[in-house]
């Protein structure tokens, strides 16, 4: 029987888990300070601001990546560490 994808995420050992959503995160960033590096198809506001949906749709969704696993980047990555200051 094939594991379900609920088991192969479970499976996964929590520094690896850990480096999957720092890289998730660092790609965000590129993303939000680099035009060049936005998927196709992501529509970003004058203020920089585009929604989580779309980005699941347009990058998430090519990256295997999930709501739930960029909120949890997002959660996890969300302070610079020697700062304490707002990354995203």
């Known amino acids: 029987a094939m594991a379900s994808r609920g088991d192969r ?3 996964r050992s ?3 888990d850990a480096a999957r959503l720092e890289k998730i995160s660092r790609a965000l ?3 939000g300070r680099y035009p060049e590096k936005r998927p196709r198809g992501l529509k970003v506001d004058k203020g920089g601001y585009f ?3 779309e980005l ?3 990058w998430g969704a090519r990256h295997n ?3 739930e696993t960029l909120k949890e980047a997002i959660r996890r990555h969300m302070f610079h560490e ?3 200051g707002l990354r995203f």
């Open 9 to 11: 995420e479970r499976s």
């Open 14 to 16: 929590p520094a690896r």
């Open 29 to 31: 960033c590129s993303i």
């Open 51 to 53: 929604s989580l949906e």
């Open 56 to 58: 699941v749709q347009t």
């Open 65 to 67: 990546i999930d709501e």
């Open 82 to 84: 020697h700062s304490g």
